[in-house]
C-alpha cells in the first residue's frame, strides 16, 4: 500500500525552514512560552530593585530600575556634600539588587568604590536613613567620621540624638574631634557599653537566680492544698471548655433534627405516608458530626484508660476515703 505523504514544509522565516504545519506550531508554542518566562523574569526582577529602594527611601533616577541610570545616579552624588554619602548607600543598595550576579563588582570598579568601601556606605545607609534627626550626621560633618560612627549600637545612637550624649561622648565631641580622636573615643566607648551590658546581664542573671531559688523554696515549704491549686485550676478550665464544645455537638443534632424536618415538611412534593430520601448533602453533615463524635469518644476512652494505667489504684483509694464516715476515720 502507498504511503499518504506528508503535508508539504512552509518556507517562511528561518525558524520554519523545512518545518510541517505540526513542527511549526510546537516551534510557536516554545517561542510563545520563552517570551512569557523573559517577560516574568524581568518583572520579577524590576519588582525586587523597586522594594529594596522603596525600603531605603531612594528615588529610583526617572523612576527607572536601569543599573546604567542608577550607577550615574550615584556618580553624581559622590559628587556633591558629604551628607549625600547616605544616597550613595542607598543607591549602591538598590544598584547591588539590580545588578545580575557577579556584576555589581564590576560596576563598583567602574564607579572607583573599594569594596569595603561599599559596604561601609550600605551599612550607613541602612543604620541612618530612617531616623528622623540629623544632629548626629551635622556633628560628624564628614563621610569619614560617619563611617567611624557606624560601630555604635542602635541605642547609642538613639541617645545621641535624644539626649546628645551616650556614655562620655558628646556631640559636641565628635564635631570637635579628629577622625583619629573620635576612633579612639568611640572604641572606648564601645568597651565601656559592652562591659555595662555584661554587668547589667550578670545582674539579671543574678535576681532571675535568686527568683528561682525562691520560688523553689516557697514550693518546699508550700502546704499540699497550695501546691496542687495550679492544677486544679487548669482541670476546671479546660472542663468547663470541654462542656461547652460537647453541649455544642448535643445542640447541633437537635437544631440539625428540626430544621431537616421543617424543610421535609415545607417541600411541595412532601407526602407524610412516604419515607423521605436525605440528600447527599445533608447526610454528609450527619457523616461529619458522626465522625466528630466518635472522634471525641475514642479520645475520652485514651484518657480514660491513661488515668486508670496511671493513678486507678489511687483513685479507687480516694473514693473510699471520701465515703468514709468521719467517725470511721478515727477508727481506721
Known sequence: MARKPLAPALKHGPEFVGATPPAMAVIEVAMHQADTATALAISQHDAGVR?????????????????????????????????ACLEVGRGLAVLKQ??????????????????????????????????????????AGSQTKLFELLILDDDQIEDLELTGQTGELSLDDIASMSV?????????E????AATDKLLAATRDELDNAKRAKAKLELRTASWDE????????????????????????????????WYTQEVCAAPDYDPES????????QTVLLTLSDAVER?????????????????????????????????????
Request: with cysteine; charged share 30%.
Open 51 to 83: 522594594a529594596v529602594a522603596q525600603q531605603l527611601g531612594y528615588q529610583l533616577p526617572a523612576d527607572c530600575t536601569d543599573p546604567d541610570l542608577i550607577q550615574r545616579d550615584i556618580a553624581a552624588n559622590m559628587r556633591r556634600s558629604v551628607e
Open 98 to 139: 539590580a545588578c545580575q550576579h557577579g556584576q555589581f563588582m564590576a560596576r563598583l570598579e567602574v564607579l572607583g568604590i573599594d569594596d569595603g568601601v561599599a559596604r561601609k556606605f550600605i551599612r550607613a545607609a541602612t543604620k541612618f536613613s530612617n531616623r528622623s534627626s540629623t544632629t548626629v550626621l551635622k556633628a
Open 180 to 188: 583619629s580622636e573620635l576612633r579612639t573615643a568611640l572604641r572606648e
Open 190 to 193: 564601645r568597651a565601656q557599653h
Open 227 to 258: 501546691r496542687v491549686d495550679a492544677f486544679k485550676g487548669e482541670i476546671g478550665e479546660r472542663q468547663k471548655l470541654l462542656d461547652k464544645l460537647v453541649g455544642a455537638h448535643l445542640e447541633a443534632v437537635t437544631a440539625l433534627d428540626v
Open 275 to 282: 419515607d423521605a430520601t436525605m440528600p447527599p448533602a445533608v
Open 296 to 332: 471525641t469518644a475514642r479520645l475520652v476512652g485514651a484518657l480514660q484508660n491513661e488515668l486508670e494505667t496511671r493513678f486507678g489504684a489511687d483513685i479507687d483509694d480516694a473514693r473510699r476515703h471520701l465515703l468514709r464516715e468521719p467517725g470511721d476515720q478515727g477508727a481506721a
